[in-house]
């Protein structure tokens, strides 16, 4: 709660700050010729240069679909592996626990067995 006030207080400040900036700046801005800070000349320029350097730096250029497939297909197969060797490690732990488990039962069983045998011949006397 501490640290979220503190971080509203520096945001809320910085804001400030920053609309403080923009309006000291806004009677230069106002000064300067509007039609050569963003022309549409330059604009569409700009674009241009972008879109070329895009085509240029094309990293899939060089790229083998069938390299890309074989790779792919060996990471999804070594991860359905992995993922079997858990659900089987998993399911050999839950066999073990279920078998605990029946052997306790089991022995519990026979000695509540022994209990009522132990019973009934203690009534018998």
């Known amino acids: 709660m501490k640290f979220e006030s503190i971080l509203q207080i520096i945001l809320f400040g910085s804001s400030i ?34 879109k070329a350097g895009a085509r240029r730096f094309n990293p899939f ?14 990471s999804l197969r070594a991860l359905s592996l992995k993922i079997e060797g858990k659900a089987s490690a998993s399911l050999q732990q839950l066999k073990q626990t279920v078998k605990e488990k029946k052997i306790r039962e089991n022995d ?6 022994k209990k009522t045998t132990k ?7």
């Open 17 to 50: 700050g920053l609309v403080g900036i923009v309006f000291k700046k806004i009677p230069f801005l106002r000064t300067l010729p509007g039609e050569s800070l963003f022309s549409l000349e330059k604009k569409q320029d700009f674009v241009l240069r972008l």
């Open 61 to 74: 250029k060089n790229l083998s679909y069938e390299i890309f497939l074989e790779k792919l297909l060996i």
């Open 108 to 113: 519990n069983y026979w000695e509540e067995i």
């Open 119 to 125: 019973k009934k011949s203690e009534l018998k006397k």
